[in-house]
């Protein structure tokens, strides 16, 4: 079903591509390239917000919709992780633990959407928004301005990797919880 939430759902699928190529204009650290890919990825973090409050707000939850959401956020953070990595900007280590983290998460998600979705918790919207600012400010040339701005992206990733380490424990041990409930009441 085609409407609004969707339809910004997709725009952030066809965001990822675009951010990518201007990530990796050049030799991936030209300065002007750097700050078109972080207004991409500015924007695309927006519909992410934008989307899930429509849906919910006016009654636009679909099928899709709880299907392509998840996948359009892990591919923008996964894109922006692997990006970051593969151009020496970010450790190997801290994209493989947010990312299997998240394909984690989803995976959990999907497996258990026939007894209702999990919804996103108070930790998981913090950690979300801390992965999307400390990815922001390591997309954008901040270092060759001021190097104490890599000292404030670097504390920003340390929080956002805890919060990511922390949320996927606390849904891997509400799922489990759950499931002993569903088990027991039948």
Do not use: C
């Not at 299907?67 to 970051?84: C, F, Q, S």
């Not at 990797?161 to 088990?183: E, I, P, Q």
Request: glycine fraction near 10%.
């Amino acid at each position: 079903m085609a409407n609004l939430a969707n339809a910004l759902t997709g725009v952030r699928l066809l965001l990822v591509p675009v951010f990518l190529i201007l990530l990796f204009v050049g030799d991936g650290h030209e300065t002007s390239w750097r700050i078109g890919a972080f207004a991409v990825f500015a924007v695309a973090v927006i519909t992410d917000r934008f989307d899930g409050a429509l849906a919910r707000s006016y009654g636009m939850v679909t099928e899709f919709g709880t299907l392509a959401d998840p996948i359009a956020d892990k591919a923008l953070i996964g894109a922006a992780l692997i990006g970051l990595s593969l151009l020496g900007d970010l450790p190997w280590w801290v994209t493989a633990v947010i990312l299997v983290r998240e394909i984690g998460i989803t995976a959990l998600r999907f497996a258990v959407l026939r007894h209702g979705v999990i919804p996103a918790s108070r930790g998981g919207k913090l950690k979300t928004l801390a992965q999307a600012v400390a990815i922001g400010l390591f997309v954008l040339p901040l270092a060759n301005w001021a190097p104490v701005w890599s000292t404030v992206a670097w504390g920003i990733m340390a929080v956002a990797v805890v919060l990511t380490v922390f949320t996927g424990v606390d849904y891997v041990v509400s799922a489990v919880r759950d499931s002993r409930g569903r088990s027991a009441g039948h």
